[in-house]
């Protein structure tokens, strides 16, 4: 597996952080069902697993810090209507 693929698959797992963030924000605002993980398995043979190891930190740290600079503001101004 060439370099740049490798890191462009692990990059994808520092998106996937970034999106289960954005699911847990809706599910505070009562937009998504509620669920949470309890383990996030990434699985590399032992070829690719150093690599990975590496790549897959950077990821991580980057969406992290995206999570960071990410605005508060709820997605919606309006309250959920009551179920009758």
Same mark, same amino acid.
């Given at each position: 597996?060439s370099e740049?693929?490798?890191? !462009?698959?692990?990059? !994808?797992?520092?998106?996937? #952080?970034?999106?289960?963030?954005?699911?847990? !924000?809706?599910?505070?605002? #009562?937009l998504?069902?509620?669920?949470?993980? @309890?383990?996030?398995?990434?699985? &590399?043979?032992?070829?690719?697993?150093?690599?990975?190891?590496t790549?897959? #930190?950077?990821?991580?740290? &980057?969406?992290?810090?995206?999570?960071?600079?990410?605005? #508060?503001?709820?997605?919606?101004?309006?309250?959920?209507? @009551?179920?009758?």
């Amino acid at each position: 597996m060439s370099e740049q693929r490798q890191t !462009r698959g692990c990059y !994808r797992y520092g998106q996937r #952080g970034l999106f289960y963030d954005t699911e847990k !924000r809706l599910q505070q605002q #009562g937009l998504a069902p509620r669920f949470s993980l @309890s383990s996030w398995v990434i699985e &590399a043979g032992p070829k690719y697993f150093e690599g990975a190891n590496t790549h897959v #930190g950077a990821a991580i740290q &980057a969406a992290s810090e995206k999570i960071k600079q990410r605005d #508060g503001t709820p997605y919606v101004k309006a309250t959920p209507a @009551s179920a009758k």
